[in-house]
Structures are given as structure tokens and as C-alpha cells.
């Protein structure tokens, strides 16, 4: 008779198979290796600032990296505090914004808010009205200045924010589709004027990170953001989905891959410097930063609705 898969370290059940290695896990073993993996990652870090951010959505990889890293607690010094952005989405946010204010009481983590409508006067919702733009390209923008913002008035130099290695091979492989070589050597996102970023879960796989979030009881299933409508990254994510089955590794591969370009290019590669906005001053990566561009897109739009 067969028995349940053992863990290839102790002799407890195994709830994980790592295929590349046939390395079967525990519980137990599965979160040691985990947290192994994002210490290293954080202890890269250095100094280490006295206040960590976690930009934390609410969802799965942001609740797994939250308790992540309270179970490293003692290792990592810096008190850690979990920003939020309510982006103003009817019939989804409610939810997983109260998913994440229990999630931060139960792990006792400190917790701040910020809203769009508070910083821009708007909704998501309200910015939707009309938009010949895509919902994702507004949010993504608007959203970005909205963590920088709490940031800053919080005091975190580091923010960490829940990527995982299958969200970042899936970038790479994007990125590389559309020929958009800068982004492959910058990296999708800059670090912003105030805090540094990282991801402390660039190796770690979506299957780990959603397990960790299981067996550490936090898991749940939230609804989808009504707006989401990604449809190319979609299709990369079936094409490399289907490509780690075939051939174990090689999502972490292509991950890895993009980190050893971008390490051996380090200062090779002129990337266009960042300039001051003429409006509001912060750094971006043009005359007008993207957030004006947008706010005056919505202007215009009113004022063309209301006949002025
Ligand atoms: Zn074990
Ligand atoms: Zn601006």
C-alpha cells in the first residue's frame, strides 16, 4: 500500500512537492524555507530602516507576506506597519478592505488607510465614468503615488510589496514580448522619492505564497477586482503555467534571469533621468507627472460634460 508523501526533512506529512527538486514538504518545513528565503532577501537590505511598510491590498501574496514576516519578527528589528490603499471600487473594496483591517488585528500590525477620494477628490469609480482609458493603467498610476504619499507621512524609507516569482517571470517575459528593453533593464516600477522597494517574494512560487497564506489560517477567497481585465498578462500566465509543468524551474529561471540582466548592467545602462513635475513637484518622468496628466484628463472631462 502507498502511504501520503512524507517530508523529505522529518517525518510529518508532506502538504508540498517542490517538482524541480522532488523535494517533498511539510507544513512546517514549507514556512521555514519560505521565511528563509524572504529574511535573505530583506537582510540584503542594509541598514535596515526602524520602520518597514507592507504595501497590503488585502489579497492573498500580501496577507502571506504580512505574516511572513511577523514570524520573523525577531529576526527583522524594524517595526513593521502595512499601508492600504482604498482605491474607491463598488461591490469589491469593502470586502477586502475588511479582510485586511482583521488581518492586521489578528497579527497585531500596526495599519494606515489612504483613499483616493481623500487624496483626489475621485473614486476609481468616478474616475471610470466616461474613460476611454483602461481602469488597471489608471489605478496602476494612481495608486503608486497614493503608497508614495502614505509613505512619506508615516516615515518608511522601505516598502515592501507582495510580487511573487511568478508574477515577476510573468513581467520579464511581457516586457521581453513588447520589446520593452528599459523596462527590462529598470525594472517595471522605479523606486519611488521616498521609500526604496522591495519584494521580498521574487523567489518565492504563487503556489508557496498561497499555501503559506492556508496554513497560516488566513487565507481567503476574495472576489476578483470587477475592473481586472489584464488579458495579455492572462495569456502569458497560462502559456509559462503550462511551460513549468513541462519543464519544473523554469518560471524561477526566467525570474531570476531578468534580477542577473539587470545586476551585470548596473550602471551601464543611461536611464533617462527623473525630472520635477511642473505642477506638484514630485519626481517622475516628464515635464507633467502621470498623476497630473491624469487629474487634468478628468478636469477636461467635466468641464466638457457640464458645457464650459
Ligand atoms: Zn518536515
Ligand atoms: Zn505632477
Redesign the pocket.
Known amino acids: 500500500m502507498e502511504g501520503k508523501p512524507v517530508c523529505s526533512h522529518c517525518s510529518g506529512r508532506a502538504v508540498y512537492l517542490d517538482r524541480e527538486s522532488g523535494t517533498h514538504l511539510c507544513s512546517q518545513h514549507l514556512k521555514e524555507s519560505v521565511q528563509a528565503r524572504v529574511l535573505n532577501r530583506i537582510i540584503q537590505e542594509k541598514p535596515l530602516p526602524d520602520k518597514f511598510g507592507v504595501a497590503f491590498s488585502g489579497g492573498k501574496d500580501s496577507t502571506a507576506l504580512l505574516a511572513v514576516l511577523v514570524a520573523l519578527k525577531e529576526k527583522i528589528p524594524s517595526r513593521l506597519i502595512a499601508l492600504t490603499v482604498d482605491e474607491g471600487i463598488g461591490g469589491y473594496r469593502e470586502e477586502t478592505i475588511r479582510h485586511a483591517r482583521d488581518v492586521c488585528s489578528r497579527l497585531n500590525v500596526e495599519h494606515r488607510i489612504i483613499t483616493f477620494p481623500d487624496l483626489f477628490g475621485l473614486s476609481l469609480d468616478d474616475f471610470m465614468k466616461n474613460s476611454s482609458r483602461k481602469a488597471c493603467t489608471i489605478c496602476g498610476i494612481l495608486r503608486r503615488r497614493a503608497l508614495e504619499v502614505l509613505a512619506d507621512q508615516e516615515g518608511v524609507h522601505l516598502l515592501a510589496t507582495g510580487h511573487n516569482q511568478d508574477d515577476h517571470a510573468q513581467t520579464t517575459l511581457m516586457n521581453a514580448f513588447s520589446a520593452d528593453i528599459k523596462k527590462v533593464f529598470a525594472g517595471s516600477g522605479r523606486t519611488s522619492q521616498f521609500a526604496r522597494r522591495i519584494k521580498p517574494f521574487a523567489a518565492v512560487s504563487e503556489r508557496e505564497v498561497t499555501l503559506y497564506a492556508i496554513l497560516s489560517d488566513l487565507f481567503i477567497d476574495l472576489p476578483e477586482c470587477p475592473y481586472a481585465s489584464d488579458a495579455f498578462r492572462g495569456e502569458v500566465r497560462r502559456l509559462l503555467n503550462r511551460f513549468e509543468q513541462e519543464h519544473p524551474g523554469s518560471m524561477r529561471n526566467l525570474a531570476h534571469a531578468e534580477e542577473e540582466i539587470r545586476s551585470r548592467l548596473k550602471g551601464k545602462v543611461q536611464l533617462q533621468p527623473l525630472e520635477n ?1 511642473k ?4 519626481s ?1 518622468s516628464g515635464e ?2 502621470q ?2 496628466t491624469v487629474l487634468k484628463e478628468q478636469k477636461n472631462k467635466n468641464n466638457s460634460s457640464t458645457g464650459q
Open positions: 513635475c505642477v506638484c513637484g514630485w517622475g507633467i507627472c498623476v497630473c
